[in-house]
């Protein structure tokens, strides 16, 4: 049950693998941006949180139905660099994701993972072996970078109800997905101020 709720059943879907932070080169052959760089730092976040380091960190521990663990690899578009960033409060929800990625078309792998993003309307699948069945669709929230859209979940696990928000910003060539769940509902405002603070440093 802790690691269902310290990753918040589907954190995959949104960030890359923990693995990824390196970055490789473009097709044209120029140096991509250090995203890593561009991350949030622990400095920033507020008392009690803490980076989450383990080998499972961002695993979800299965698969959410159209939440594949994939939403920052659209098809059709080639990812040329990529970087995250996980963080917990006190080893329990809530949970903060931050996800970055360049492409050979950055404004095409966007509208990409923005149109697959909308298309899922229900969540279903195992966390751990556990069922999960929930909701998922687009959010009002704040404008940020050239576009972005914002979508939030809600969802079940061994009965206990969780949610999740997350938001796909484009800001010039880079695509940054980033996410807060925890026990529904989920902090709203406290979410925008981390990605007010995410999306500053992202140049």
């Given at each position: 049950?802790?690691?269902?709720?310290?990753?918040?059943?589907f954190?995959?879907?949104l960030?890359?693998?923990?693995?990824?932070?390196?970055?490789?080169?473009t097709?044209?052959?120029?140096s991509?941006?250090?995203?890593?760089?561009m991350l949030?730092?622990?400095g920033q976040?507020?008392t009690?949180w803490?980076?989450?380091?383990?080998?499972?960190?961002?695993?979800?521990?299965?698969?959410?139905?159209?939440l594949?663990?994939?939403?920052?690899?659209?098809?059709?578009?080639k990812?040329?660099?990529?970087?995250?960033?996980?963080?917990?409060?006190?080893?329990?929800?809530p949970?903060?994701g931050?996800g970055?990625?360049t492409?050979t078309n950055a404004?095409?792998?966007?509208?990409k993972?923005?149109?697959n993003?909308?298309?899922?309307?229900r969540?279903?699948?195992k966390?751990?072996g556990?069922?999960?069945?929930?909701?998922f669709g687009?959010?009002?929230?704040?404008?940020?970078?050239?576009?972005?859209?914002a979508?939030?979940?809600?969802f079940?696990?061994?009965?206990?109800?969780?949610?999740?928000?997350?938001?796909?910003v484009r800001?010039g060539?880079?695509?940054?997905?980033?996410y807060?769940?925890?026990?529904?509902?989920?902090?709203?405002?406290?979410f925008?101020?981390?990605?007010k603070?995410?999306?500053?440093?992202?140049?």
């Open positions: 049950m802790k690691r269902i709720l310290a990753t918040i059943a954190a995959a879907a960030v890359v693998p923990a693995g990824l932070l390196g970055t490789v080169a097709a044209a052959g120029a991509p941006p250090k995203l890593s760089a949030l730092k622990i976040m507020p009690g803490a980076i989450e380091n383990s080998s499972g960190s961002g695993s979800g521990g299965g698969v959410v139905g159209c594949n663990g994939k939403i920052l690899e659209p098809k059709g578009v990812q040329t660099a990529t970087a995250s960033v996980y963080f917990e409060f006190l080893e329990n929800p949970a903060v931050e970055l990625a492409y404004t095409t792998a966007y509208k993972i923005v149109a993003l909308a298309a899922c309307k969540l279903t699948g966390m751990n556990d069922p999960v069945k929930g909701t687009q959010m009002s929230f704040p404008h940020y970078g050239n576009a972005s859209e979508f939030a979940a809600r079940t696990v061994e009965g206990v109800k969780l949610g999740e928000v997350l938001v796909i800001k060539g880079i695509v940054m997905g980033m807060e769940g925890g026990f529904a509902p989920v902090n709203v405002s406290q925008q101020g981390f990605v603070k995410a999306i500053k440093k992202v140049v």
